[in-house]
């Protein structure tokens, strides 16, 4: 007979995940705002900023996975500072990259960013299909929903790597503009998402 996890083992593995997604967040920040400063990468900055709002964000979560009373109310208005927070750095973005591509600066190479973009898109994968599991399993909508910003995460490392690589292989230094264009709506979305608060009902 399989014997099937406790509700308390679910969401002692959803916060497992959620420590993971913070510690993996929080090196991929530091690595890549430092990166994207030496070669001058708005692309690689914007990831890496992305990335400490996603620390934040999936800290919200964690602490909700934690709380044994109502928290609803406080959860919303740390999620709608979250929103605000990442239409900010989407205006900012998108405001940087188009300036970038029209006044020709050419970015370096950044071969720590391949290798942090390329990471990523192995890891981010793997945590959004774990937290699906769990979240199907304790019907968590919040979870649910913090699974598929992982899942956005992925397609931004993506899209990070491709410009990166089109710029430090081929010398097409405006890859790594219109790679920061491409990452403006994902990052305005999170934002949206965040402001509706789609992520505050744990249930």
Known sequence: MTSHPSRSEELREGRRLEYLTIAWNAVEAVVSVAAGMAAGSIALIGFGVDSVIESGSG???????????????????????????????????????????????????????IAVAALSLVVMPWLAHRKRRVAARLESRALQSDSRQTSLCAYLSAILLAG????????????DGVAALLMVPIIAGEGIEALRGERCDCH
């Open 164 to 175: 990166l690589l089109l710029n430090a292989v081929l010398g097409w230094w405006w890859a």
């Open 59 to 113: 800290a919200v979560l964690l602490w909700r996975l934690q709380e044994s009373g109502d928290g609803a109310a406080r959860e919303a208005q740390a999620l709608r500072l979250v929103g605000i927070t990442f239409l900010v750095l989407a205006a900012w973005v998108g405001y940087e990259s188009a300036t970038s591509l029209w006044s020709g600066e050419a970015p370096s190479a950044s071969y720590v960013g």
